[in-house]
């Protein structure tokens, strides 16, 4: 079985980066002026600035185009950028609160990346550019002077799936140097992300070095599996769905997680098999996945965290067994955690399973914060996770 290993940070630079040709004066047309990839000449100016006053000026070089439009999770809808005699592009928005964000330009309607930005948000149906706006000091997100871990690229064979898939597997600190077992944290992305979502994205594995080194977590290992029951969309070409695929497929992704996964998991890492040691955790799709599963399965995993979970339906029939044993529940559970931006449109789903468990007295934390379905939430909702797992 194959494995490659990548030093925390280097993974993200690894997937998203791209070669830039260097960009001498640049005729009209031709964005990347003479030389092509062998030329001379001064850096690429680079498309976007993140200002003093935290607003953002974004330039695009577009000279043919008709209409420039910038898009992003910063801006209510499309914004119209403006055109200057040289064919220029260019908008300035903001100010806004110091954070990770998204954004893409639409030139004559047709979406792209922005070609000058190494830092690419790859999803399994559609990419953006990713741009920081830093605050006054580090976030629990950035790169810091601390121990860091390893993300490990681990493919298996998924006899449920019956295809080769990949996880992502982070190790803390000192994970090589030790010799004790770990305990571990199961992290699910979203629809439109993939296993590589957590943390080319999400950035929890600086997260958790963050908290690590600052005493806030215990050491950890993370697995992060492709929540799709279909082969590794990243290596293998893409087969029509099959009719498994098509229904029920978080059963079958279920059934991969317990079944392939955590067995492949705790024959090739050091990871404490008990429930008490075991956490279940996702957002949007992998937040309704992980209440899908973990809620079945309490003698598996005794801490739950659903991050602005894609759940509907009436709570009372979705989760009748599980609501039917309160007793049972809050034996086993040791955290039972929801999160959910105010805005989000799946927050009266979350407040709708908040009020059942208030209901039959199930014992749960219930966090609702500002803003809506955006990574910048589920980051901060991680960080403040991660620090109540494996406390009791």
């Known amino acids: 079985m194959k494995k490659l290993l990548f030093a925390a940070f280097a993974i993200t630079a690894l997937l998203a980066a791209q070669t830039l040709p260097p960009a001498g004066p640049a005729p009209t047309g031709t964005p990347g002026g003479p030389g092509g990839r062998g030329g001379r000449g001064v850096p690429q100016k680079p498309t976007y600035v993140v200002n003093p006053d935290h607003t953002v000026s974004f330039e695009l070089r577009a000279p043919d185009a008709t209409s420039v439009k910038l898009s992003g999770d910063f801006v209510q809808g499309p914004q119209d950028m403006t055109k200057a005699e040289d064919g220029t592009w260019s908008i300035k928005v903001g100010p806004i609160q110091p954070a990770v964000y ?40 950035d790169v810091q002077a601390v121990p860091h871990g390893t993300v490990h690229i681990n493919f298996y064979e998924s006899k449920t799936v019956g295809a080769l898939r990949s996880i992502l597997v982070y190790t803390p600190p000192g994970y090589e140097q030790g010799r004790n077992k770990l305990p571990v944290l199961y992290l ?27 005493g806030k977590a215990k050491p950890m290992i993370i697995v992060m599996p492709y929540g799709r029951p279909a082969g590794d969309v990243m290596l293998v070409p893409a087969k ?42 996702g957002l949007s799709m ?34 009748k067994d ?19 931006g105010k ?29 809506g379905h955006v990574w910048r939430n589920w980051r901060n909702y991680l960080t403040d996770f991660a620090p109540q797992l494996f406390t009791k």
């Not at 030139?107 to 948000?121: C, H, R, T």
């Not at 039917?324 to 034996?331: Q, T």
């Open 102 to 141: 998204n954004y893409r330009f639409m030139v004559d309607g047709v979406g792209n990346i922005d070609p000058a930005n190494p830092m690419v948000k790859l999803g399994d149906r559609s990419a953006e550019s990713m741009f920081e706006v830093p605050g006054d000091k580090p976030a629990a997100y």
């Open 188 to 214: 699910l992305h979203g629809s439109g992300d993939t296993e590589f979502g957590w943390v080319t994205i999400g950035r929890a594995n600086l997260i958790l070095d963050n908290l690590i080194a600052e």
């Open 240 to 281: 029509a769905p099959q009719p498994m695929q098509q229904q029920g497929a978080n059963s079958v992704f279920g059934q991969d997680l317990l079944d392939d996964v955590i067995p492949y998991v705790e024959k090739l890492y050091r990871v404490s098999a008990k429930a008490d040691d075991r956490a279940l955790a």
């Open 286 to 319: 992998g937040g309704g996945q992980t209440l899908e599963i973990g809620l079945k399965h309490l003698d598996t995993f005794h801490y739950i965290g659903a991050f602005s979970a894609g759940i509907r339906g009436n709570m009372e029939d979705t989760y």
């Open 322 to 340: 599980f609501l039917a044993d309160p007793e049972a529940a809050n034996k086993k559970l040791k955290l039972f955690y929801i999160a959910v």
């Open 343 to 371: 805005t989000d449109g799946l927050f009266p789903a979350s407040k709708s399973l908040d009020e059942a468990l208030t209901q039959h007295k199930i014992k749960h934390s219930f966090v609702p914060s500002e803003e």
